[in-house]
């Protein structure tokens, strides 16, 4: 498990086709990090409006994530951890979180 006490984490996971794009695993996951002392979790699942999310096609979505994931403070990633949900290997876009997480030095971890 991931110490991740003054981290700034992005939560990934499944969203498409999932009950309310899955809201409610990714805030018992955000709480629980928050509860770990991370400095800053990225909630996905709360970013846009619901009737914004159903608008957009998954390809918008997916650029604004990554744009989202691979953002930077000085030329070294801003987030410390991609924190991967139970079912990010479902997900075809978890699994390009993935990908360019470990490509930009981000550190992946389950929780």
């Avoid at 990934?12 to 009950?19: D, L, Q, R």
């Avoid at 953002?71 to 139970?86: E, H, I, T």
């Amino acid at each position: 498990m991931c110490d991740f006490k003054d981290k700034r984490v992005y939560l990934s996971g499944a969203m498409t086709g999932m009950h309310d794009w899955n809201r409610d695993q990714f805030a018992e996951a955000a709480r629980y990090i928050r509860s770990q002392g991370a400095a800053h979790v990225f909630n996905p699942a709360f970013l846009a409006p619901y009737d914004v999310i159903k608008a957009k096609k998954h390809e918008s979505y997916m650029i604004h994530e990554l744009h989202e994931l691979t953002s930077n403070m000085d030329g070294k990633p801003f987030y410390d951890v991609l924190a991967q949900l139970p079912g990010w290997d479902k997900s075809y876009g978890a699994q390009v979180e993935q990908i360019v997480a470990m490509a930009c030095g981000i550190e992946v971890v389950s929780v």
